[in-house]
């Protein structure tokens, strides 16, 4: 009740907020320790805390990713610290990426959580949303595990979607529209 009646002021204290800790090499160890610190300190709702070594994050950068994906493994590391910040930043904000997929160019799209197909496509243009018709939809996984598209629809992953379908983080689609 009480959101609702302030909702139209722009409290900052209302808004997600990230909390990135740049901690040092011989830290790397201690990130988890540090990081429930930091939330203990900022224990505010739509908060959230993630640490990186922002000197290692450049050196692995310059890397080839051979060379990174070994030193990363040396380390103890699963992934760079930009796809954790990514992640959680969607996280706060609802957010989910979909997929479009062409010969020569693949892209995220991000819309809010719980957004239906008609939206998701008009997040591409506004006339993919007035003319909807259907959506071709196939799961990232089920995309990755077959190789294409072709095969997906062959093998019966390729699902056909109207109006009414939620999209789902990582969902590849092939909007289908009338002018």
Request: aromatic share 6%; with cysteine.
């Amino acid at each position: 009740d009480q959101l609702r009646d302030i909702r139209g002021f722009q409290f900052l204290t209302l808004k997600p907020v990230l909390v990135l800790v740049n901690v040092g090499e011989d830290q790397l160890g201690d990130r988890t320790a540090i990081e429930e610190g930091v939330r203990a300190a900022y224990s505010y709702p739509m908060t959230a805390v993630a640490s990186l070594c922002a000197k290692l994050e450049m050196e692995l950068a310059q890397l080839d990713g051979e060379d990174a994906a070994t030193f990363m493994a040396d380390l103890g590391l699963v992934e760079l610290a930009a796809g954790s910040v990514i992640r959680q930043s969607y996280d706060l904000t609802g957010l989910i990426s979909f997929l479009t997929a062409g010969e020569d160019e693949v892209r995220a799209w991000p819309i809010v959580r719980g957004e239906k197909a008609p939206g998701a496509a008009g997040v591409i243009h506004s006339d993919l949303e007035k003319g909807f018709i259907r959506a071709e939809v196939v799961a990232y996984d089920d995309l990755i595990s077959t190789g294409s598209m072709a095969e997906a629809r062959k093998r019966g992953m390729l699902r056909q979607e109207g109006r009414n379908y939620t999209v789902l983080d990582g969902d590849i689609l092939n909007i289908l529209f009338s002018r």
